[in-house]
């Protein structure tokens, strides 16, 4: 016996249907309202069921809506940037329509920390920062405006000087780069409009004539604004401060040496040696020394370095620790042309352009050299009372000195001797020689605090800061030693030069063939004659 089944398509249809909507029957749904407790908008606040992909946020009326979900038992969790987090736990039937209302309120407390990064470990950040504020406080916590370049980076980087690791930075640009004068010879920078140089070591006063050397930084900080006042008034500005974190010793024996060299006949080997010195590995020493010498891009000038800073840490008990930090540094180099033009005078050119000034021109002599020895050293004294409160004292001194020649240019078209000339201008050559040395002492005693008043957590620094600087200066005064011409009018500018006389010492140039002329600049040497001791002294 044969049977034979006939489906039509309407039945097949209505067949579908049926089971779509007993399968619709057996979701269940959420919804309800949100209201905050504030004035705000109760727009884009999130639901989500936990453990799940369900989730939505709330129209500007705070209404939420949940559909097509499997009957269970879970948890509503309900959540806004700066409202405290609601969870409820709910169990759905088959075919439930469920109202669920909340109501947030605001949270007093800090923000946690959100960190977007692509999966890899940002190994060139440092979450917290204890000396920019003289308190241990993570960077979300620290309302303060700074910026912190690690010595990692400063690593990855292969960075040999000072300026270059400021690069990482921004908003801080080089006015110019170390000369090595008396009293001022670090490099300036431009923070927030205002001159700035690198006067602090260790959150301390590190002074320095000279460029510092990145061998033994373990971070940089450029703090900007009025938080530098944590520091004292006599080493900033009112744009902020640059504070240099020296390297410090560690518990383990390890170390590395480098050697680098490249173009302008670099050559730079640095050591960087950290060792116990006991068995309980409470006493540890660290040394981080450098040489450095290269040439100049220019016709002449060069520097050469030599570095070295040893370090001293030990742990007499949980609560009691000393650490000394030194640093010596001997510099000898030439320092960079400095060029200044006459701000009584109205500007013949407006831009470098116009100038035509060849910046491979030094206008100097590897002989006329600064030399830059300074030193810092620092001690102190961590003693922890209790898990609220902790006491440093701090002793530090540093010296930075000036011996040799200086030069700059300087405008010299004002003068009524060059009103003849057609165009260009007229640069005179100014050197004197530095003996000069300062000297600062600083003693500082902070009490930090960690504590609650009710549900409320406080930190506090208590201290004071005593700081002296003494400076000796025994240089010589400016003296005016060669020309150097920019333009074309070269016949009217010797005219002029070998006419001129220096009281009663007779014709002192002669126009000619002791001119030198590069393209279209041209320098002249000429003799000076000293009066009172009746000395000759003539220089190229």
Not at 462 to 485: E, P, Q
Not at 519 to 532: D, M, N, Q, V
Request: with cysteine; glycine share 8%.
């Amino acid at each position: 016996m044969k049977y034979k089944f006939t489906i039509s398509f309407l039945s097949f249809c209505f067949f579908l249907l049926a089971a779509t909507s007993i399968s619709a029957q057996e979701r269940a749904s959420i919804k309800g309202q949100i209201s905050l407790n504030s004035d705000e908008s109760p727009e884009n606040i999130s639901v989500v069921l936990k453990g799940t992909k369900s989730g939505t946020t709330t129209d500007d009326s705070g209404n939420y809506i949940l559909k097509n979900i499997k009957p269970g038992t879970y948890t509503i969790k309900v959540s806004s940037i700066g409202y405290i987090t609601q969870e409820k736990t709910i169990v759905l039937k088959e075919g439930d329509n469920l109202t669920q209302n909340f109501s947030i309120s605001t949270n007093s407390e800090d923000l946690t920390e959100v960190v977007v990064n692509s999966g890899k470990k940002n190994h060139f950040a440092r979450k917290d920062n204890r000396q920019v504020s003289r308190l241990p406080l993570k960077n979300l916590e620290n309302p303060q405006v700074y910026t912190t370049i690690t010595g990692e980076l400063l690593k990855e980087q292969v960075v040999t000087n000072f300026d270059d690791a400021l690069k990482n930075a921004s908003g801080i640009t080089p006015l110019w780069a170390a000369t090595g004068r008396a009293g001022d010879g670090a490099a300036y920078y431009s923070l927030r409009g205002f001159p700035v140089q690198p006067t602090m070591v260790n959150g301390l006063p590190g002074l320095t004539n000279g460029s510092l050397d990145p061998a033994n930084i373990d971070r940089i900080e450029i703090i900007r604004g009025p938080s530098g006042t944590l520091f004292g008034s006599s080493l900033i500005s009112y744009g902020g401060l640059i504070n240099t974190t020296t390297k410090r010793p560690y518990k383990t024996f390890g170390g590395e040496v480098n050697y680098t060299t490249g173009s302008y006949g670099l050559h730079r080997a640095v050591v960087d040696l950290n060792t116990p010195l006991n068995d309980t590995k409470t006493l540890n020493f660290r040394v981080n020394s450098a040489y450095n010498k290269q040439e100049s891009f220019q016709d002449a000038g060069f520097k050469e370095s030599f570095f070295i800073a040893p370090s001293l840490s030990y742990d007499v008990n949980d609560k009691l620790s000393f650490l000394v930090n030194t640093e010596f540094m001997s510099s000898e180099a030439t320092n960079p042309t400095m060029l200044f033009l006459d701000r009584g005078t109205p500007l013949r050119v407006h831009n470098i352009k116009e100038l035509n000034y060849d910046n491979k021109r030094s206008y100097t002599s590897n002989e006329l050299t600064m030399k830059t020895p300074s030193y810092n050293i620092q001690a102190q004294m961590n003693y922890k009372f209790s898990d609220q409160w902790s006491s440093q004292t701090v002793f530090s001194t540093s010296s930075a000195k000036s011996q040799g020649n200086y030069t700059y240019l300087y405008e010299g078209t004002s003068n009524k001797l060059f009103a003849s000339l057609k165009d260009g201008i007229v640069l005179g050559r100014q050197f004197t020689d530095q003996d000069n040395q300062n000297i600062t002492t600083d003693i500082q005693q902070n009490f930090n605090g960690d504590f609650k008043i009710g549900n409320f957590r406080n930190r506090i620094v208590i201290g004071f800061d005593y700081f002296k600087r003494t400076a000796s200066d025994r240089s010589s005064g400016y003296v005016a030693n060669g020309l150097v011409y920019i333009g074309n009018d070269l016949q009217t500018f010797n005219n002029i030069v070998g006419k001129q006389t220096n009281g009663d010492s007779g014709d002192l140039t002669k126009a000619g063939s002791d001119v030198v002329m590069v393209g279209r600049l041209f320098f002249r040497p000429f003799l000076f004659y000293t009066l009172k001791k009746n000395v000759f002294i003539y220089f190229i």
